[in-house]
């Protein structure tokens, strides 16, 4: 396998109990259907790479004025094509911005791995966010259980995030710790690049530290 426990995931989701005496709103992004398409140097997720060679991509995403939301994406690993469902629902309680939802990562039958399906939940405040996301890979030898749990801030166009990412095999050893350092921006109208820094870290002592620098470009554009 090569996402969970080297592993991957999307989106969001929280279960938020308490919260009837609150104003509880949608997200505040404009209700359509949009398109992205993008391309990374090399793909790598929660600190594990997925290819060793440049990886393109292509999404679609609806948004309605209550802020739930429904996706797909589809991206290019070497050996056949990932393609991703989710959907859930993103709003805020206050100042906190919360995000509850599922998604599904799926792969054609020529590519290198088998299905992971997790619940996706994040809260927001400012310029932070925590996130943590539980999930079940499909190995034909038995479904595995692993959780994503990370920290991340976002100011003016930098970001850093920083996960742990544990399946529930009986090794202790078998968590990654990986750092996320990256720049965005807007190259022109709709077209974006990035750099990103990624340093993964297997809980293994007898496992070498990885480190990537990945470039990427992305475009979206409103449908409807």
């Known amino acids: 396998m090569k996402k969970a426990f080297q592993l991957k995931s999307l989106v969001l989701s929280m279960a938020v109990a308490g919260a009837a005496s609150m104003a509880i709103a949608p997200a505040t992004t404009q209700a359509g259907v949009s398109a992205n398409i993008g391309a990374v140097s090399n793909y790598v997720f929660r600190g594990i790479e997925q290819t060793e060679s440049a990886s393109a991509s292509a999404g679609l995403d609806y948004e309605n004025d209550s802020g739930f939301y429904l996706g797909t994406w589809v ?104 750092l996320e350092v990256g720049y965005s921006t807007e190259l022109s109208a709709g077209l974006d690049g990035s750099v990103t820094y990624v340093l993964s870290t297997p809980e293994d002592s007898d496992l070498d530290s990885e480190t990537y620098l990945v470039f990427g470009v992305s475009k979206s554009f409103d449908i409807m």
């Open 75 to 178: 991206a290019d690993v070497e050996t056949g094509l990932e393609y991703d469902i989710y959907g859930g629902w993103a709003g805020s309680i206050g100042d906190v911005s919360v995000g509850l939802g599922a998604t599904t990562f799926r792969y054609t039958d020529t590519a290198f791995d088998y299905p992971y399906n997790e619940v996706n939940f994040s809260l927001g405040y400012g310029m932070f966010t925590v996130g943590y996301d539980k999930g079940v890979y499909e190995d034909p030898a038995g479904d595995v259980d692993y959780d994503n749990k990370y920290i991340g801030v976002e100011y003016e166009g930098f970001s850093a995030t920083y996960g742990m990412l544990d399946s529930d095999l009986d090794a202790d050893d078998d968590a990654n710790s990986y």
